[in-house]
């Protein structure tokens, strides 16, 4: 979804014409730009600019290409079928057949089987069993954040086997358990994108690390209209958390970028994505958790404007926002060198050609 081609670009360089593609090597690319500007700070720089249009921390590869082609051919396959099939992939929801349910605004798949589920869970006995059938973990994360509107003994059956909801419940403790949409749709979810290497086993144990300031925005991504400025800060030491090397207590990202790059001269996507890039990415996962947070209920309220919310159109359609300031110093902004390294191709096996 959020990779561009191997592209080259031509650029001048002195008095010289030479072929670049983009590289990871985020110590190379600030040298192209020092050479041509000896009154960039390099500390203010590599804490507050990504240098590159799309910012690698967040824009890695999230499969949801593959998600959409096999959602479109199962229905092909299938359209003759008698079995009602019904699938969902970027939050587009269809079926091989005119499905009607009672009267409801959801547009995803995932809340309207919660919907669903809830109701199933009003109209039987305390004692029934409630099983979902789903291989998608988003389907789990939701289950267990409205588990307390669920029957007792509710359980999915995924790839891995049946998952008991009420031991997941029970260990992460009600408030971290409604906060697990927002976590999920935070750390990495099908159309919020993801944090380059960073896992979600090492997000799980930050998260219930975390103190309840954290958990609270968390919550509030998916209970409020707008996001708060407080926010920013709270979650932006959530990320430092995770990227600080062990040991290191760092809790503000542009110092943590200028420890890491000074460290181990780290590669761009190594490094966590800058305040400017990050507010764009909670802007976005704040769409989704609202969506997300009424699940339970038959008509949502309406969804934040994607495009006052970290998403832009232009003829293509609708597409993220990278960030929010520029991906380079003012210093460079009219130098072809800095076109140079900021070339919009973030392919991991690029590299430099001059």
């Keep these: 979804m959020f990779l561009s081609g191997n592209k080259k670009i031509t650029v001048k360089l002195r008095d010289n014409t030479v072929d670049l593609k983009e590289t990871k ?8 730009l020092a050479r041509s500007n000896r009154d960039i700070n390099q500390k203010e720089a590599i804490g507050n600019y990504e240098f590159t249009l799309k910012p690698r921390a967040l824009f890695a590869s999230n499969g949801t290409d593959l998600t959409d082609y096999l959602a479109a051919k199962i229905l092909e396959y299938k359209r003759r079928s008698s079995k009602l099939i019904i699938t969902s992939a970027s939050g587009n929801t269809r079926s091989n057949k005119y499905l009607l349910f009672e009267e409801n605004n959801h547009e995803e798949a995932d809340t309207l089987l919660i919907h669903q589920a809830v109701l199933a869970s009003h109209r039987n006995p305390a004692d029934a069993q409630l099983m979902f059938f789903s291989p998608d973990t988003d389907i789990l994360v939701l289950v267990t954040a409205n588990y307390d509107l ?6 999915i059956s995924m790839a891995s086997g049946v998952v008991q909801i009420e031991p997941l419940w029970r260990a992460l403790g009600k408030e971290r358990a409604k906060a697990l949409p927002a976590f999920y749709a935070f750390t990495g979810a099908d159309n919020t994108g993801r944090f380059s290497r960073i896992r979600k086993a090492t997000w799980l144990q930050i998260y219930l690390k975390a103190d309840e300031d954290i958990i609270n925005a968390l919550k509030m991504l998916l209970d409020e209209a707008e996001v708060a400025e407080g926010m920013l800060s709270t979650l932006a030491s959530f990320v430092c958390a995770a990227y600080s090397p062990k040991g290191i207590n760092i809790k503000t990202i542009p110092e943590l970028r200028w420890y890491i790059f000074c460290k181990h001269r780290a590669e761009s996507d190594k490094l966590p994505p800058t305040l400017g890039a990050l507010k764009q990415h909670i802007l976005r996962v704040h769409v989704q958790t609202r969506i997300w947070a009424q699940a339970a209920i038959a008509l949502q309220d309406p969804q934040p404007d994607p495009l006052h919310n970290g998403y832009f159109r232009d003829s293509d359609g ?5 960030t929010e300031v520029l991906s380079a110093p003012k ?15 973030v392919d991991d096996d690029s590299d430099a050609d001059a």
């Design 150 to 155: 669920l029957l007792k003994n509710t359980s």
């Design 25 to 32: 090597d985020l110590f190379a690319r600030l040298m192209v």
């Design 331 to 345: 210093q460079c902004q009219n130098d072809d060198d800095s076109h140079a390294v900021m070339d919009e191709s």
């Design 318 to 322: 609708m597409k993220p926002t990278t």
